[in-house]
């Protein structure tokens, strides 16, 4: 099961100083556990952008990009990371994130994802 975003709805401003289209975001799903280190795949449509917001059962302190996209951009909104391809990118991209907060019962949350990118036409 993947799930699916609608790209308008998940990033306001576009990216790179223009109107975002509405295009395919497909997200895998993430397995949740208070110290992970995974990589998850999303499929995002040339001339859209792409963004996944996470819930965890406590407070998130801080989310980072901890390695830049080659051929987009990679952002965080306020608890959303999203994902814009540079205009006419076709082809795999890839970017690095992290959450870290403190679960509902106090322990430590470590979440690290390496997120691979395909950009399709």
């Known amino acids: 099961m993947k799930f699916l975003y609608s790209a308008a709805a ?5 990216s790179f100083g223009h109107a975002e289209a509405a ?4 997200v895998d799903p993430l397995p949740l556990a208070r110290k992970i280190d995974t990589e998850s ?8 952008a792409c963004g996944m917001n ?4 406590g407070a998130i302190n801080d989310i980072k ?3 830049k996209p080659k051929s987009g951009i990679a952002g965080i909104r306020g608890s959303a ?3 814009a391809p540079k ?4 082809g795999r991209d890839e970017f690095a994130y ?3 907060g403190t679960e509902a019962y106090g322990g430590e949350i470590n979440i690290t994802i390496r997120q691979k990118v395909d950009v399709i036409p």
């Open 98 to 100: 992290t959450y870290e």
């Open 23 to 26: 295009g395919t975001c497909e």
């Open 65 to 67: 990009i901890i390695q």
């Open 54 to 57: 996470i819930t965890l059962p």
């Open 41 to 48: 795949h999303m499929v995002v449509s040339s001339g859209s």
């Open 10 to 14: 998940v990033l306001v401003l576009g």
């Open 87 to 90: 205009p006419g990118f076709k």
């Open 81 to 83: 990371v999203f994902y």
